[in-house]
C-alpha cells in the first residue's frame, strides 16, 4: 500500500488529468486504486470520469467528512469507477472520494490534529477498500492540503510546465522537499516538439537539480476538452508516459 501525491506549483499543468490516467494504467495492472481530491476550491476528479457533477454534489463526501470530523459515512462518500472505466475490462478497481466547494471548509482550522484526521481518512480509504495505491490530487502551489500530502505521501509527483513561473515555484519546492528528506518525481508537461524545447528541458534540469522522469507531450485536442488517453487511445505516446508514472509507482519499495 502506497500513498502517492500529485502537485504543482501553477495551476493547469494537466495534474489531474494525469492522475486520473495514472490511475487507470495502475488498474490495467490489476491494482486497486483509490483518488482522492484535496483540491476543493476547483475540484474536478469526478468530471474526468464523466461522473454527473449534481449527483455527486447531493452525496456524502470529503468535506461532509472534514467539517463533520466523522469517518462513519466514509462508504456513502465513496465512488465505485470501475465499471465506468472497464471497457475493456480491467483487472483492478478504482474508487474515488470526491469533494465539494463549501464556505465551511474556510472555517476549518488546519493544526495538527486536522492534518492527523485527514490521514486517518487516506488509512480509513486504504483499509475499508483494500487499496494498493492511493493517489491525492492536492492543490496548486504552497497550501496547507499541498503540505499536507507531501509530509503523508511515500512519494510526490511534481507536475510543471517549463516556463519561468512554474521553475521557480518548483525550485523552492525541490529545497523543502530536499530539506525533509521527501521523495518527488519531476513530470515535465506540455512539452511542445518544437525546435529549442530538448534545449530547454537540459537548461530547467540544470536549474532544478533533478531530472524529468516522465515527459508529456502537448496534445492540441486535450486543450479542447478533456479525454483520458489511457482509456481512449491506449497506444499513443502520452498514455505511454501515463503507462511509466504507473511504472514507477509500482516499482517503489
Ligand atoms: N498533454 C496535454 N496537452 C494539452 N492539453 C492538456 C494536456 N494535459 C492536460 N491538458 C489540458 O489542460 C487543462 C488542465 O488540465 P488539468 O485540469 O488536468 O490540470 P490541473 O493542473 O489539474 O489544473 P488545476 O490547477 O486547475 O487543478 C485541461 O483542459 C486538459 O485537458
Ligand atoms: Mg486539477
Do not use: M, W
Given at each position: 500500500m502506497k500513498k502517492i501525491a500529485f502537485w504543482s506549483y501553477k495551476g493547469g499543468t494537466g495534474r489531474t488529468l494525469t492522475l486520473c490516467n495514472t490511475a487507470v494504467e495502475l488498474m490495467r495492472m490489476g491494482k486497486n486504486v483509490g483518488i482522492i481530491d484535496l483540491d476543493w476550491e476547483a475540484p474536478g476528479v469526478p468530471l474526468l470520469f464523466k461522473l454527473d457533477p449534481e449527483?455527486?454534489?447531493?452525496?456524502?463526501?470529503?468535506t461532509d467528512l472534514i467539517i463533520h470530523r466523522v469517518i462513519g459515512i466514509l462508504s456513502k462518500a465513496v465512488?465505485?469507477?470501475?465499471?465506468?472505466?472497464?471497457n475493456p475490462p480491467l483487472r483492478g478497481?478504482?474508487?474515488?472520494?470526491?469533494?465539494?466547494n463549501s464556505p465551511?471548509?474556510?472555517?476549518?482550522k488546519f493544526d495538527d490534529d486536522t492534518f492527523i484526521f485527514l490521514n486517518a481518512i487516506f488509512d480509513n480509504f486504504i483499509q475499508v477498500y483494500m487499496l494498493d495505491y492511493l493517489l491525492i490530487d492536492t492543490r496548486t502551489g504552497f497550501s496547507v492540503t499541498s503540505g499536507l500530502a507531501a509530509n503523508f505521501a511515500d512519494a510526490t509527483f511534481i507536475?510543471?510546465?517549463?516556463?519561468?513561473?512554474?521553475?521557480s515555484g518548483v525550485e523552492k519546492?525541490?529545497?523543502?522537499?530536499?530539506?525533509?528528506?521527501?521523495?518527488?518525481?519531476l513530470i515535465f508537461s506540455n512539452v511542445p516538439k518544437i525546435k529549442g524545447a530538448e534545449a530547454k528541458i537540459?537548461?530547467?534540469?540544470?536549474?532544478?537539480?533533478?531530472?524529468?522522469?516522465v515527459m508529456l507531450g502537448l496534445v492540441p485536442e486535450l486543450i479542447l476538452d478533456e479525454n483520458l488517453y489511457s482509456l481512449?487511445?491506449?497506444?499513443?505516446?502520452?498514455?505511454?508516459?501515463?503507462k511509466k508514472i504507473a511504472d514507477i509507482i509500482v516499482s517503489k519499495k
Open positions: 449527483f455527486i454534489e447531493k452525496r456524502p463526501s470529503l465512488h465505485e469507477v470501475t465499471g465506468l472505466v472497464s478497481r478504482l474508487y474515488i472520494l470526491p469533494t465539494i465551511e471548509l474556510d472555517n476549518i507536475c510543471l510546465r517549463l516556463d519561468r513561473q512554474n521553475v519546492a525541490i529545497k523543502g522537499f530536499k530539506i525533509n528528506g521527501a521523495k518527488f518525481h537540459a537548461e530547467v534540469e540544470e536549474k532544478l537539480g533533478a531530472k524529468g522522469e481512449s487511445n491506449p497506444e499513443h505516446e502520452l498514455s505511454k508516459s501515463y
